[in-house]
Every structure is written in C-alpha cells, then in structure tokens.
C-alpha cells in the first residue's frame, strides 16, 4: 500500500504553486510562513481577558472541565483572567479569532492553515509524549458486517466526513479515493458530512454510516471513556502519521503577553490532571506540550491542500 505522504508529494508536483495566501492585513518578513507581530505598539492587543478554545468537540461541556487545570495556570501565568470558549464549528473558531475574540487555542491539524492565513494564528505548540512522539494517522472506519472490507468497497455507498477545512476528516481522504483509488465524491460514492469526528465515529458505531474517515487519536480517547466499543468499528485503512492539534495565540498579541502565554504551554506540570487523564489515552501517549514551527511540521498537511488545489483564501 502506498502512503499518504507519497501520494500527496506526488499529486501536490501537478498542481504547483503553494496553497498558502496570507491574507493581505498580515506581514511575513522572515519567511517563517506566520503573520509578524505589527511593527505599529498601537495595534498591539492586551485583552483583561485571555479567551481560549479547543478545537470543536461533540461535547464541549466535557473539554471545558480537561482543560479546567491548564486554564487556571495560564491565568496564573499570565495574570489575565481566562475564559474557556466551547467553539461549536471549525468555521466560527477561525471566524472568532479573525474577529478579536478568541487570543488563545488550538486548532485542528486541517485548519491549522487557514487560521494562520486568514486569522493570524501563531501555531508554537503540540501535544507529546515524554520522549516527542507525536501524530494521529486518519483512519477509514466501517462496522462488522457492513459489506466493506477494503477501501474499493465503499463505492456506491455512504461515506462521512466531518468537515471541510478538516485534515483527516475530509482533506486526505477525499485525495486518497480519488488519487488512489479512482473514487470520486458524488459519483462513485456519497458524501456525507457529520461536522465532528465524534460524531462520525458515532454514525459508525450506530451503524448510521458505512464508512467514515476519521482521525484515530479521537477514536482511542473515546474508546477509552467508553463511549464507543472497539469491536464496533474495525478499519480498512490507516494512513501516515499527521501533527495533532497546533495551539498558540493572535498574532497582535501584545509581545509580553505572547511570551507568557508560550511560556505557560511549556511550564505545565501534566501529573494527575485531567488534560492527562483525557490525552495519555493515545497512541502515542500525550504528556506535555512540545514546541513546534508551522514551516516544518505543518508541511505534509500543506502537501494535501496542493493535492486538492486548497487555497487559503479568506472570506
């Protein structure tokens, strides 16, 4: 079986140039592919409080108690008041931190770029283990006794995805059928769109989907809190590891406040937390908060965006 990274190399070649199109309100001097701090201390922002949000989960209730503990050391870090904001889409996460709501988050692998391009989103941290393994693989899903047992299968069928601006729940899998495998969407299959990969992974489980292209880190930590049974979904593909979420902060923050804000990712003691509790259940294991540059470990993710001719263009 080929790997996604040699599929999306090869396919990325044909379509040229980079997706990346910085909106033009931003700089990029140092060619590290982030908007630049604004030269102008006036435009510079020192919110009383710090809003943060993690990236849109099937319950946000559940995550606002996770990051309950990393919170209060963030607001004991920097001195602010912080805010925990339950994003209900990808879509308004981006739409939030465009707009000056939203300083601090994490946004998933797939629209990483987009909130760096169209947002202003600084990317400095992912989630590691002690040793820096880090990375999810996307996953193609089915149930047992679907009719599916190889990815050729899902022809005339369902397929879920969660959502667009999504890396493994749309982007590499919509260039794997139709590179791959000669499956196009509407054609050869149905597309349909949960808008989470919770929510996919539920449709499957429940036997609403066929088939279903999910990230297996969200697979694993709910398979750990028991929300689904492992023998309910079985896979037919798994492709190579991708980063996970990327967290970090508006690129207007005032510089000060950036720094703490940095600092508090890399000072957090992970022991006995909750955020531990939630993230450890994966493979690998997600122990602390590693520094990370969207340049590098963001590139294979840009290589599916040219795959599919993405651009970054904001709305």
Known sequence: MKTLRYLTLATAALVGAQAQ????RFTDTNGDMVADAPKDA???IDPATLVFAYTPVEDPAVYAKVWQEFIDHLAKTTGKRVQFFPVQSNAAQIEAMRAGRLHVAGFNTGSNPIAVNCAGFVPVAMMA?????FGYEMEIITYPGSGIEKVEDIKGKRMAFTSETSNSGYKAPSALLSK????EAG???TPAFSGKHDNSIL????KDYPAAAIANSVKQRMESRGTVKPDQ??????SETFPTTGYGYVYNLKPELAAKVKEAFFTFNWEGTALAKEFNNTSPPQEKFMPITFKEHWQVVRDIDNAMNVKYTCK
């Not at 199109?21 to 033009?24: I, K, L, Q, Y």
């Not at 283990?129 to 393994?133: A, E, L, T």
């Not at 449709?203 to 429940?206: D, F, Q, R, S």
């Open 42 to 44: 006036k435009q510079f």
């Open 233 to 238: 979904t079985k896979v037919i593909y798994k």
């Open 180 to 183: 791959q495998f000669n499956l």
């Open 187 to 189: 054609k050869d299959y």
């Open 203 to 206: 449709g499957v489980a429940n």
């Open 21 to 24: 199109a910085m909106d033009p």
């Open 129 to 133: 283990s002690k040793d820096n393994r």
